[in-house]
């Protein structure tokens, strides 16, 4: 047994950032090493922990060792956020950060609450990041927007239980995350990890170079929806996240951002205050650099606060098992890379690579006495269509509206109504809402538009749920008798164990020579056995080595030294176009005003500085203070 360790340990070492990225992390280990030992004497010392490792459950034990407090944790995780989200390496995984002053007031409400001995739970005064689609109480300070500008400025009646139970368990939220607008139901081609609100969502992972004095990001491809959940944990601005997921949206990009997720049984974990695509298919669930983390985020998101009517008895607690023990395992073969290489998405080298990974754990396993059943075949895709036609379809835009009506029901208050309201809202607001990147919005309009007659939408459920269930993953279960299956991360198993609504998990695997995009494994198992995808997990962590990390954020090039990004392309052509055609007399104050009060509904704005710096960075000349001719701006 020693003897496999060892060969895991090589074989499984992080492909990337060899050199100066090794030297690095031996001197941030050794930092760490004394910060996990230093007294905490006041709250402007930070904690010189690195936000990229670091565990929840690595922090629980310096809290509890009053080696640290939640409230310097706190502000260690805003700094790294406020470096580089929107600034440095312009990673855009949140929408929204809590109000310094107020998410450092629950943290020290909770550090005084530890000192009484008055313990919460193991996530004490732990930050946590939510999906920008999870409602929050005013009083928290972040809008609950679906990456759209349609619900800029809304406001909750109250927060989703999901998050009344964090809050219960000690969690501090920090943030609201990134997504794909409304979780990707706007437009077929929008990119993955792209909102109107949130811009661009891009892995901390990827190669970067510098062409024509620009700096370009290569395949970054971070997945989604919950893109930006996956991202903030990876980029330390969290140690753990929540997202949703419909058809994989949480599984992917948790596998691209080598973290550890898992999506409960639909239906197990309620869904109110919670946008999303459809009932019969969605779920939310969480994400964490550790399996150990991701046991305990569990326990906190499933288990029934005292206050929820009609809870059902709380399970009992998730444990960590350190080794497989009588788990029988069915893998699949990593056939799907293979396909991978002939559509051109990677290269012969990068498949090989893959595959070698992959089979080592499946050597490796076998080697350590696990009972494995290899290769088992998953059930065609196709077999969640009828006559070649997308099932998913008519079931997702048929809930759609009714989800969404729900959702706008849970708002106290609200500019939108409908969908033909938001439809009209993003018409209205062209430049913000469809931009280049995504200029059209035709899944909403065929939401909109939806006239499937009921009998085709049950009938395309009713299909999906028995191609998925009895005779697609549980004709495996118990053919072979498994607790679980385990298939290459983008592998269709996640869109069967979503057709039956089967629980699903992702566990990291390695990162790729070429870039150092991570790539991982997605298991499932059958309904409320979420118990036995965390056996698998922790076991995994305990046994193989630690995940691959990205380089640190600070050691990117960087072109633009701003310390506030400019807007977007399309907003920029907007502010030269209305300078060029319009009299401000040489007053970015003017322009500001003049453009705000015009997107004063959608809730977007610029500060007199950045479009100042916006029109004499391409070449007009503007000055600040010169705010009260502004009425010039009107006379064409």
């Known amino acids: 047994m020693p003897k496999v360790f060892r060969f895991l340990r090589s074989a499984f070492a992080p492909n990337i950032a060899q050199g100066d990225a090794q030297e690095y992390m031996n001197k941030s280990n050794a930092s760490r090493k004394e910060s996990f030992t230093s007294s905490a004497p ?119 239980t999901i998050v009344e139970r964090l809050i219960k368990r000690g969690m501090i939220v920090i943030g609201k995350s990134n997504l794909t607008e409304f979780c990707g139901l706007k437009n077929p081609s929008m990119p993955p990890g792209w909102s109107a609100v949130g811009g661009q969502c891009q892995s901390p992972y990827v190669s970067r170079h510098i062409a024509k004095r620009k700096l370009h990001w290569e395949l970054s491809a971070p997945g989604g929806s919950s893109t930006g959940s996956a991202v903030a944990v990876a980029s330390g601005f969290s140690t753990l996240a929540v997202g949703t997921d419909t ?61 929820e009517e009609y809870a059902r008895s709380p399970h009992r607690s998730f444990k960590i098992k350190p080794n497989f023990g009588n788990l029988r395992i069915g893998i699949c073969e990593p056939s799907i890379w293979k396909a991978w290489r002939k559509s051109g998405r990677i290269n012969a080298d990068a498949e090989r690579f893959m595959t070698q990974k992959y089979d080592m754990v499946v050597q490796s396993m076998i080697e350590m006495g696990v009972d494995i059943v290899y290769p088992v075949e998953l059930p065609n895709q196709s077999s969640l269509t009828i006559g070649g036609k997308n099932c998913f379809e008519p079931v997702v835009y048929s809930e759609f509206k009714e989800c969404l009506t729900e959702f706008i029901r849970d708002f106290e208050f609200t500019k939108i109504h409908s969908l033909a309201e938001i439809i009209n809202f993003n018409l209205e607001h062209p430049e913000l809402c469809l931009p280049p990147i995504c200029p059209e919005q035709n899944d909403l309009m065929a939401a909109l538009q939806a006239s499937t007659k009921l009998e085709e939408i049950n009938a395309a459920r009713q299909h999906l749920q028995i191609a998925g269930g009895p005779e697609g993953l549980d004709y495996l279960f118990t053919s072979q008798q498994l607790d679980i299956i385990i298939a290459p991360g983008d592998a269709p198993l996640s869109s069967l164990a979503a057709a039956a609504g089967y629980p699903t998990a992702a566990c990291p695997l390695s990162a790729l020579k070429l870039n150092g995009q991570p790539f991982g494994l997605t298991l499932a198992s059958r309904p409320h056995t979420e118990h036995t995808l965390l056996h698998f997990l922790t076991a995994y962590e305990n046994i193989f080595p630690p995940r691959a990390q990205p380089m640190p954020l600070s050691s990117v090039p960087l072109q633009d030294p701003h310390p506030e990004p400019l807007p977007d392309q399309p907003i920029v052509d907007l502010i030269l176009h209305e300078w060029d055609t319009r009299r401000f007399s040489c007053s970015a104050d003017a322009l500001a005003d003049w453009l705000n009060a015009r997107w004063r509904k959608s809730g977007y704005e610029l500060s007199p500085e950045t479009i100042c710096e916006t029109l004499r960075s391409n070449g007009r000349v503007a000055f600040r203070g010169l705010g009260d001719d502004a009425e010039g701006a009107f006379s064409r």
């Open 247 to 307: 058809i994989g949206s949480l599984i992917t990009p948790a596998n691209r951002a080598a973290l550890y997720a898992l999506k409960p049984t639909a239906g197990e974990v309620p869904m109110d205050g919670i946008f999303n695509l459809s009932k019969t298919f969605d779920a939310v669930g969480g994400m964490a650099k550790s399996a150990k983390d991701l046991v305990a985020l569990m326990d906190a998101m499933m288990v029934p606060t005292n206050r």
């Open 42 to 160: 006041d709250e402007t010392w930070l904690p010189d922990f690195d936000p990229l490792t670091v565990s929840a459950f690595e922090l629980s034990e310096l809290l509890n060792a009053r080696a640290i407090t939640s409230v310097q944790i706190v502000q260690l995780y805003l700094k790294q956020i406020e470096m580089h989200n929107r600034r440095g390496r312009q990673l855009r995984a949140l929408i929204s950060v809590a109000p310094k002053q107020e998410v450092l007031k629950i943290a020290r409400k909770l550090d005084d609450e530890r000192a009484r001995g008055k313990i919460r739970g193991p996530l004490h005064g732990i930050p946590i990041v939510l999906k920008d689609n999870i409602m929050t109480d005013e009083k928290l300070g972040m809008d609950t927007t679906v990456g759209s500008y349609a619900f800029v400025g809304c406001i909750p009646k109250k927060s989703a």
